[in-house]
T-cell receptor, first 113, second 114 residues
Framework: DAGVTQSPTHLIKTRGQQVTLRCSPK?????VSWYQQALGQGPQFIFQ???????QRGNFPDRFSGHQFPNYSSELNVNALLLGDSALYLC????????????FGPGTRLLVL | KNQVEQSPQSLIILEGKNCTLQ??????????LRWYKQDTGRGPVSLTI?????NTKSNGRYTATLDADTKQSSLHITASQLSDSASYIC?????????????FGRGTQLTVWP
């Protein structure tokens, strides 16, 4: 049983470019959450997807958008990249309404130059 | 404002010694509290999860406690090993929505020296 998978593992972009990160949830999970973790900081909640809709959103600008597909996988898109967007982007999956812990993927390390 | 505060920010201990990490939270309503271990550049891995009615839970050499009245939790690591070097993150989930939202502490960076 595969856990949460993310791709790519590492990515280098330049300012102003756009990036798409991908996440496949753990088998049986239907909810995907995205987090941004800057170096030395705790993860910051970006948004959460359930039933292909954005259900909750953290304090991130509209440059950050996402999508969830019928198979529950998800994408995070970031437009007009800024240097400050450099971070580890974590995807976590869970089962809606369950107190079961969220499972995190290994993350995608994004570097914006 | 829902917040999770952890202390200390960083900690260095010798291999074989015990240590205790602290977490205070103001998240309301409260659903559960989790401790995660995160190795550098990797995703967090769950150690324990406790609901309102639980006040202690163990996972091998890791023991977490929860005092829901004072909104405090601790993670005790026994007989530390070099592989325990990591960031330990306290995470609190609310019941504000059926999907639950997680609030993260900034973590305690633990370094175990030989």
């Amino acid at each position: 049983d595969a856990g949460v998978t993310q791709s790519p593992t590492h990515l280098i972009k330049t300012r102003g470019q756009q990036v798409t990160l991908r996440c496949s949830p753990k088998s049986g999970h239907d909810t995907v959450s995205w987090y941004q973790q800057a170096l030395g900081q705790g993860p910051q909640f970006i948004f959460q997807y359930y039933e292909e809709e954005e259900r909750q959103r953290g304090n991130f600008p509209d440059r950050f958008s996402g999508h969830q597909f019928p198979n529950y996988s998800s994408e995070l898109n970031v437009n007009a990249l800024l240097l400050g967007d450099s971070a580890l982007y974590l995807c976590a999956s869970s089962l809606a309404g369950s107190a079961e812990t969220q499972y995190f993927g290994p993350g995608t390390r994004l570097l914006v130059l | 404002k829902n917040q999770v505060e952890q202390s200390p920010q960083s900690l260095i201990i010798l291999e074989g010694k015990n240590c205790t990490l602290q977490c205070n939270y103001t998240v309301s309503p409260f659903s559960n509290l989790r401790w995660y271990k995160q190795d550098t550049g990797r995703g967090p891995v769950s150690l324990t999860i406790m609901t309102f009615s639980e006040n202690t839970k163990s996972n091998g050499r890791y023991t977490a406690t929860l005092d829901a009245d004072t909104k405090q939790s601790s993670l005790h690591i026994t007989a530390s090993q070099l592989s325990d070097s990591a960031s330990y993150i306290c995470v609190v989930s609310d019941r504000g929505s059926t999907l639950g939202r997680l609030y993260f502490g900034r973590g305690t960076q633990l370094t175990v020296w030989p």
